[in-house]
């Protein structure tokens, strides 16, 4: 056990790249860092605040992190920090928590940082990464969908300067009818510029820069358009003082590094938190190694799931060491460090660096940004998390997986993110369970000349009286055992003269302990009417099974290697 | 939607053998209601006692409820009643709601019977039975095992005539513990005599029997072993003054048919009692109908599992209505009346015309009946529920079904039926993913002069550098995409000579859109490697969603009908 645990130490994927790290790469990876920097630096202070923190923390989530993800993390290129989603999970969790405990909300964030992280240590080093299967595309998209279009909303806060909160849809819808007519003038010209800003840059800009620059240099200059907004506007603020007549501003951030404590936690605030918890270890999981598996095909490297459990595990435990909140993979960070160039995860470290360079130096400056400014770029970023194309891909391929996208995004919008999720999850399960309730069937015959067989309905195949095969196309397992009873009756009602019933078990890839008894109380019900049942074409690990009961000795017939053998050798002449 | 609702009563099961009744079968089903009634008065008594009610409505709950399930049920021969699994699971929740709510047992048990026979009936109503679909055979088997035990020991309180209570195991054996050594010398006498006496007319007194008559016969009258002990007690009781020596005895029962009234329900009530409702009517519907299906098995009839939802959920709906508490078909007394030669449900009618005379008539007399005679009757009863050959088989056949089991049977017992039963649904659904999370892959080649592919490592087949075929034998989802994206990446590692891969699809009954995205990517990434992919064999329901996104153009290489033609096709000379 001990050496199960201890194996994924050993092998710390940093010593690989660390063996052969020259300066080429030590050139590369600054260049990353420092682009990376400076975007970062607006993205951490605005999702700070969208997780109800001091904007300080925000940069504090942003250095130690970083230097964790770099020593255990699997990825080259991933960069970790606060991201939207994970940042309203926590915003909502500890907004509970503080009404229930009296703790302050950044004892709480630190907290669910550190139940996260030793959830995902735990999960990375018993090897649980595939709990996060659980969360299917539908769910995920469907979550990341409606989180987006509430943190969008909720953002109206700060771009109109109006005292808006709420969870869900309607919350919001609420606050925004009682205070809208409170709007700020000021402070929504500076929003709404913004904003517009933000989006002209983010494509216009970036096909007009694609005139006299490559396609990644324009991408990632324009990706630096959030902190032009943020030096402009602290110039207007200091040069005109816009704080003095009402558009709030960032206000004094403590210059400094951030000071090591852990929270404390008990088992009541443990036990209140671990649900969120859980929520953040498996969407941050499952956002951040998607970003990193796409980063990793590009450049033919390979992503170890446990490694960036333990990575993102121990990143989350560093941040709330340091006084920040709960941190993953970002998607448009780690394309931007990708972009730039980034070779191994020194490029995090050195992003490191220039975090804790900007929280020593460049605080005063900081503080004079206006809250408005933040919120136009969480706005602008967190739009494009929602995908139509996906939505509508999932509507043409399966009307199930669409309802429960559309489950998920119905019930985060209008009751919370973590009923949405679970609920998501409920749904996939029960629709997939129903699905494989219910299989298909179908009657096949041999297609003429081939060995081949096919539906009778479907193609033009050779039948037999007296030798019926039924193809099953599911497992057969407890959901579907009752239906399958009821299709054999219907079956042999129709097929009087039948003699011989195959049941062609191609499709056949677990027989659970349900179905195996089925199976032999449907033989035995055959042999009182005097018909043969055979099986063909069971696959290996099914008939190993089937075995140990001494199925094949119960069995009126034959279990044939091919469905062709059988064929032949009922369907001659006697 | 009204004509859905409307079409079970129009073609009431009732109508058709009505149309065909004629004096043999009237001859032979009051033969059967005899039988049956002579059984069903000492086993209503003490399921009664069991539910933690007076022994008069047990007599109730299988007099109006034989006529409801004889007019809607689709069974011949299932007789309804009062058993002993459903008996504890109303103990049990009616107890817990009398301390929460202040009502009276007797209410709560009417009002649980109304709830749980009108979830069946809109179960059966909007066929939705498969939800019973949810509790596979070893959930069904560690409960009833499970319950077994817990209801076998909860007896000692009347065989040993001490103050024993308790939900659980570890709340009986402290019970046993405590009062242990305050047994009643009598009572014990009674209870230990009873239980030996019923055990051995199960067995010993039937093979004995046997020499004199048939073994349907044999086996008829060894089941009315209970009414002679029942008699004899009676006896002894008038004559010796048992119960003026301390041998707690049945005591009062008001003679007369029940009132009728309804149990007044209000929404507070139906919400605490729903979720026992829920588990009485899919415990009792699958223990039913698994009874009735057996029955009707034999004698070549048909069960219609939606119009036993709406038979029981009458029977429940008229047991409420009637002072009675929840019923569902009982296993031994469906035997018997089989066995005995019932027709159709008309002997049902008769049963209850028996135990309306009973309860009119014999009650002065089955006031003497010692408790601890009906605690033997339901002590022996329950511990035939107990199937070690059960459990043996599903050891054997499948380890993940077998700790499904185990987790359903320490869940029951130690905390109690309704978390057991939860517990075991949970972990068969667990289990169930975690196994399709990780699908049986297997390269296959061509069994030499057939159009057979087979894995390499089993049989001994044509290979070919070029050409790598990969048979998947599981459904693509969401729970395995990742998995299965990890093992094509080690695939395409081991065989760099490679440049045609294809997905044989036999085993695959259906694409999720979260593996279909996989598909692509992946389709892409091998584009990139120079590396074409084909699929094989797609069965026809996948083939026809594959084409609603244009799968087969974004695809590298072609999709083909068999594997065989794939084969041929890729592997023969340019």
């Not at 099914?542 to 069995?555: H, I, S, T």
Request: charged share 10%; aromatic share 6%.
């Amino acid at each position: 056990m001990i050496k199960i645990l201890c194996s994924p130490l050993t092998k710390l994927p940093a010593l690989k790249w660390l063996k052969i790290y020259n300066t080429s790469a030590l050139q590369a990876d600054a260049m990353a860092a420092l682009i990376v920097t400076i975007m970062l630096i607006p993205q951490s202070l605005a999702y700070a605040m969208l997780a109800g923190l001091p904007p300080a923390t925000g940069l504090y989530a942003s250095i130690l992190p970083l230097l964790a993800y770099a020593l255990f993390g699997s990825s080259r290129t991933l960069a970790v920090g606060p991201v939207a989603v994970i940042s309203l999970l926590s915003a909502n969790a500890v907004g509970l928590a503080h009404i229930t405990s009296g703790l302050d909300v950044l004892t709480l964030s630190m907290t669910l940082a550190l139940l996260s992280g030793m959830l995902m240590l735990i999960m990375g080093l018993l090897k649980l990464g595939f709990i996060a299967n659980l969360l299917g595309r539908p769910v995920v998209i469907g979550f990341i969908t409606a989180a987006g279009i509430l943190i969008a909303l909720g953002q109206l806060k700060h771009i109109l300067g109006i005292p808006l909160s709420g969870h869900n849809l309607p919350e919001l819808a609420h606050g925004l009818l009682q205070y809208g007519s409170d709007t700020h003038l000021l402070t929504a010209v500076v929003g709404v510029v913004s904003i517009v800003f933000l989006w002209w840059a983010r494509t216009p800009l970036t096909h007009l820069l694609c005139c006299f620059m490559s396609a990644t240099a324009a991408s990632t200059l324009s990706k630096m358009a959030p902190v032009s907004a943020v030096v402009i506007a602290i110039l207007l603020v200091s040069n005109l003082g816009l704080d003095q007549q009402g558009v709030k501003v960032v206000g004094h951030i403590p210059s400094g590094l951030p000071s090591l404590a852990w929270p404390e936690l008990s088992w009541l605030l443990a036990s209140t938190l671990m649900p969120p918890a859980i929520m953040i270890s498996l969407i941050g999981y499952v956002e951040s190694i998607s970003v990193a598996q796409t980063l990793a095909n590009k450049r033919r490297q390979q992503i170890e799931p446990n490694h960036e459990l333990l990575g993102l595990g121990a990143a989350n435990i560093a941040s709330a060491a340091s006084g920040g909140f709960a941190v993953t993979g970002g998607f448009s960070r780690s394309v931007v460090n990708f972009d730039a160039g980034a070779q191994t995860p020194m490029a995090g470290v050195f992003t490191a660096v220039g975090i804790a360079l900007a929280s020593l130096y460049l605080t005063p400056y900081l503080a004079l940004l206006p809250k408005a400014v933040l919120g136009a770029t969480i706005f602008v970023a967190v739009l494009t998390l929602i995908e139509p194309h996906e939505i509508k891909f999932t509507w043409k391929y399966s009307k199930h997986d669409f309802a429960a996208m559309m489950i998920t995004i119905g019930m985060v919008l209008c009751v919370g993110v973590e009923a949405g999720v679970m609920a998501g999850v409920v749904a996939t399960i029960s629709l997939m369970l129903w699905r494989t309730s219910r299989p298909h069937t179908a009657i096949v015959g041999p297609i003429s000349g081939s060995e081949h067989f096919r539906n009778i309905t479907r193609h033009n195949v050779a039948q037999f009286e007296q030798v019926i095969t039924l193809r099953i196309d599911e497992s057969l397992f407890f959901g579907n055992v009752r239906y399958l009873d009821n299709q054999f009756n219907a079956l042999l009602a129709q097929s009087p003269g039948v003699e011989h019933l195959i049941l062609m078990a191609s499709g056949i890839n677990h027989i659970d302990s349900s179905a195996v008894k089925s199976l032999l109380e449907f033989n035995q019900r055959l042999q009182d009417k005097g018909i043969q049942m055979h099986l063909s074409e069971v696959k290996g690990p099914v008939l190993d099974r089937l075995k140990r009961v001494n199925f094949a000795e119960q069995l009126t017939g034959t279990i044939y290697l091919s469905q062709h053998q059988a064929w032949q050798d009922l369907t001659k002449a006697p």
